[in-house]
């Protein structure tokens, strides 16, 4: 269970199931499961025959997941980035668009990488990618184009748990405030795999913006979230029963920011409310 994302049902969408659309996926899903609820912390109901299946994309084989959707007020649009694998090719990023929130019609096209997190800036659409690179657009939907600069770039770490010459990101999320971006993500080969947090200056050519040192915004602290297994450095690919977080959503509400994530790997979703400002003090 992984790449949560939730939206507040907007009510040009009639008799909805909820107050809030949770979208997440499974590592190796055939189709984007869907939760509801009336309150963001819950209870969350899972709603059986989920959304988008992998045979309504064409995109795709093998697989599809990580769902990163936003409302388009304006068309009364639900649009749906998501990731699936191709034939010969690496996973990649394309988007499914739907009146309701639940019936999505997926595009033909490619848009770029696999875990697209998209925001606009400035009269532009911009993402962060699988590799930690920066794309832009005019458009949500074409011409995306790769930056040269790799935003958030692999590290070396020497410590207790060895050295890994190759800690680079997984997932990440986005929220602005201004000109600032503030990047939440999460590393494999990290001990313990735990959500952390960068920010980016965007002024001026966004070929040039450059992502602050990380620092940690939660790790593993209770069982739900696995502190009773061992740490040890993450794995690329699927894992359950490990001391790790993962999967880190920004939803903001009424005032009121959340951060949902993976725990003991991708046992489960979580929800924990957050401070954008305390973290920008």
């Not at 699936?84 to 595009?107: M, V």
């Not at 735990?194 to 913006?209: A, E, F, K, Y």
Request: hydrophobic share 35%; proline share 5%.
């Amino acid at each position: 269970m992984n790449g949560p994302s939730v939206i507040r049902v907007p009510d040009w969408i009639k008799s909805p199931l909820g107050n809030y659309y949770l979208y997440f996926a499974h590592h190796d899903g055939k189709f984007i499961r869907l939760a509801y609820a009336d309150a963001v912390t819950g209870p969350w109901t899972v709603y059986e025959p989920g959304t988008l299946k992998l045979e309504e994309s064409p995109a795709f084989i093998g697989h599809i997941a990580s769902p990163d959707v936003h409302i388009d007020h304006a068309s009364r649009q639900i649009r749906m980035y998501y990731h699936g694998s191709r034939d010969g090719e690496n996973q990649k990023t394309s988007l499914a668009t739907s009146k309701d929130g639940i019936h999505f019609t997926a595009s033909q096209s490619v848009l770029g990488q696999a875990y697209f997190r998209v925001f606009s800036h400035r009269s532009a659409f911009y993402a962060i990618d699988t590799h930690g690179f920066l794309n832009r657009s005019q458009h949500h939907d074409k011409e995306w184009v790769i930056g040269e600069n790799q935003l958030i770039a692999p590290v070396t770490i020497d410590d207790q748990y060895g050295k890994r010459d190759d800690v680079r990101i997984r997932h990440s999320a986005v929220v602005k405030r201004g000109n600032t971006l503030l990047v939440f993500y999460t590393r494999k080969a990290d001990a313990p795999e735990r959500i952390l947090l960068s920010t980016v200056s965007m002024i001026g050519d966004w070929n040039q913006w450059t992502a602050s040192e990380p620092v940690e915004i939660l790790r593993p602290t209770a069982e739900y979230e696995g502190i009773q297994f061992p740490i040890k450095p993450s794995k690329k690919g699927g894992s359950i029963k490990v001391q790790q977080l993962r999967d880190p959503a920004i939803f903001e509400d009424a005032g009121q920011s959340y951060l949902l994530y993976s725990i003991a790997g991708e046992m489960g979703l979580a929800v924990a409310e957050l401070s954008i400002k305390k973290l920008q003090d």
